[in-house]
């Protein structure tokens, strides 16, 4: 009994919290992506549609959360407020990466709300950009 439950210890120890994500690559909706965050909420973020109309890029993080998903793949959560358009209008947010792999082309996800108010949410999101990156990938360390 006690090799089975000493066996058994190892399930109720928590994977290590992720403390860094960065990624590159092209978004579901064709956009151009590159990011680096920190869990100390440094870093930064930028996005350009495809058209180039809508750009913004983010300089600091207002939160980073680690988790894994369903199936146990890492996840990292952020949220920024510190993000700005060529022009100096504030933009807000919300973005969720998930590592499924190496190569992450084409299985890694990504899914970001952007907002004119603070906080985002789905009634305030002006922007949604969600599914697998395209020629790139999401890397959680």
């Known amino acids: 009994m006690a090799s089975v439950v000493a066996g058994l210890m190892w399930l109720a120890v928590p994977a290590a ?3 860094r ?3 590159t690559g092209q978004t579901n909706r064709s956009a151009s ?3 680096v965050a920190a869990s100390d909420r440094t870093g930064e ?3 350009i549609s495809n058209s180039g109309a809508f750009h913004v890029h983010c300089t600091r993080f207002s939160s980073f959360k680690s988790s894994t998903t369903g199936q146990g793949f890492p996840r990292v959560t952020l949220t920024a ?7 100096g209008t504030q ?3 919300w973005g969720r990466f998930v590592d499924r792999g190496e190569p992450g082309i084409g299985i890694d996800i990504v899914r970001m709300r952007w907002s004119r108010t603070w906080p985002v949410t789905s009634q305030s999101t002006i922007r949604k950009d969600a599914g697998r990156i ?7 360390h």
Not at 134 to 140: E, R
């Open 17 to 19: 919290a992720a403390d």
């Open 21 to 23: 994500v960065t990624g």
């Open 33 to 35: 992506l590159g990011f």
């Open 45 to 47: 973020l930028n996005y």
């Open 81 to 87: 407020r510190k993000c700005f358009r060529p022009n």
């Open 91 to 93: 933009r807000f947010l």
């Open 134 to 140: 395209q020629a790139g990938g999401v890397q959680i």
